[in-house]
């Protein structure tokens, strides 16, 4: 007898959406086709709705250890499955950070048993941890190193050029950035208006952006290793980055993809404070020109949680960063039907591409034997996100009020169904994910 039977769901399987049924067993995929003589425990019938590969959010901030009370790893990952998402890459901006192989253990020792999604950990570069870096290869649950180019939330920062090179020398993962240039983040503080928002991306301007991604790219090609640039805000890295592809790929988000300056900043004030910056619609504008082409490699969330409170304080000592692992998979499916992407470019940003950026294991297709995690959506189904439903423990989102056509309605994780009809469903199963 089969653990769980999908039944007439139009199934994404090499490369198109075919109307069949899927079996799985022990959290695997067995069975692929024809399941009218099986017998099974439990059974979904996706009749009118798109049966996805797990969708999977490259890039948050749960904030475990030091800061749960604006979120941990139980509540970021229950957000995460009720927006769709099966599986999370976590980052080491927290305190301590997660920078050497004690803390590293530490993270995945928090996550058993506790985290409702399939989960892996960015281990924090700095100066001095090159010999930790040069362990990793193989290390279950890591998905690959963090270096902070420029400051953001956490005390984890590289920006020295010699220090960088040694970040990428010594580790044979990927090596995801934030990619902003410490020295004309410091020389532009000046810039700053107390109490104006808007000033923000005055501050932490274009040029600091994409002085930080040259360097790093040039870095990546010179000693032959993949950089990953995160969160891409500007029309001048896209070009550029569209340009050395190769061991380079970048991220965008779903909000420099929804919101811009000035509007968010004159809608959401501090809410809409991020690193690097929502910028004004020509940048906009080209990230979508990126999207459309296929230049970027991944969509990933950012969620970076902080309390309302906190939120609150005058700029700039208010915090930057914003939720979105509950809404990443609304947002795009909205966009999906807008028609500024295909579910195609879609699955591949959130399913396929991390798995050839990454290297993970058994996940990302449906594919006999791989892992049984997966995203049933409902293209039709209207949400309105609020407040009050936001999983994270910072208990807002900046899309709140916002109408998204398109919407999970099953999250599926190692074959238990997690998530259905927005309700969370049995105890948190999540596992680390593995790499090649």
Same mark, same amino acid.
């Given at each position: 007898m089969l653990d769980l039977i999908i039944k007439n769901g139009e199934c994404y399987i090499d490369g198109k959406l075919n109307k069949t049924n899927i079996g799985i067993q022990n959290g695997k995929i067995t069975t692929i086709g024809d399941l009218s003589d099986e017998q099974s425990k439990e059974n979904i019938d996706a009749?009118?709705?798109?049966?996805?590969?797990g969708c999977m959010d490259t890039q948050v901030h749960f904030r475990e250890p030091g800061s749960t009370n604006a979120e941990d790893l139980h509540t970021g990952s229950k957000a995460a499955i009720a927006g769709g998402i099966t599986s999370v890459f976590e980052m080491p901006n927290t305190n301590p950070p997660t920078a050497n192989m004690k803390e590293f253990n530490n993270k995945l020792s928090l996550a058993k048993n506790r985290?409702?999604?399939n989960y892996a950990f960015y281990f924090g570069a700095t100066p001095d941890n090159s010999s930790d870096l040069a362990k990793l290869k193989g290390l279950d649950g890591c998905c690959g190193v963090k270096l902070f180019a420029g400051s953001s939330t956490g005390n984890l920062l590289v920006d020295k050029e010699e220090d960088i090179e040694k970040v990428?020398?010594?580790?044979s993962k990927i090596v995801a950035v934030h990619s902003e240039d410490e020295e004309i983040i410091n020389l532009r503080k000046k810039l700053i208006e107390k109490g104006n928002v808007h000033t923000h991306p005055v501050w932490r301007n274009e040029?600091?952006?994409?002085?930080?991604t040259r360097r790093i790219v040039k870095i990546a090609k010179r000693l032959n290793k993949k950089a990953h640039i995160l969160h891409v805000t500007t029309k001048e890295e896209v070009d550029f980055l569209s340009q050395n592809k190769g061991n380079i790929t970048f991220e965008i988000t779903p909000q420099h993809l929804t919101i811009y300056a000035p509007d968010c900043y004159d809608k959401l004030g501090t809410f809409a404070q991020m690193n690097p910056p929502l910028r004004d619609k020509s940048h906009y504008d080209r990230l979508w020109?990126?999207?459309?082409?296929?230049?970027n490699d991944t969509i990933g969330s950012d969620h970076a949680p902080h309390l309302k409170e906190n939120k609150l304080k005058e700029y700039p000592q208010s915090p930057s960063g914003m939720p979105g692992v509950q809404t990443l998979l609304p947002v795009m499916l909205n966009h999906v039907n807008d028609k500024k992407l295909t579910l195609d470019?879609? #699955? @591949?940003?959130?399913c396929e591409n991390p798995v050839s950026v990454f290297g993970i294991k058994n996940k990302?297709? #449906? @594919?006999?034997?791989?892992?049984?995690?997966?995203?049933?959506i409902d293209m039709n189904r209207t949400i309105e996100i609020k407040n009050e439903n936001i999983h994270s423990k910072c208990g807002w989102s900046p899309f709140d009020g916002y109408k998204f056509k398109g919407s999970p309605v099953y999250t599926i994780i190692n074959g238990d169904i997690k998530m259905k009809e927005d309700e969370i469903l049995g105890d948190p199963t999540g596992k680390p994910i593995l790499f090649d």
């Open positions: 009749s009118n709705l798109i049966v996805l590969p985290m409702y999604s990428f020398q010594n580790t040029e600091c952006a994409m002085s930080s020109y990126a999207i459309r082409n296929n230049y470019q879609l #699955i @591949k940003l959130l990302g297709y #449906i @594919k006999k034997d791989y892992d049984a995690d997966f995203t049933i």
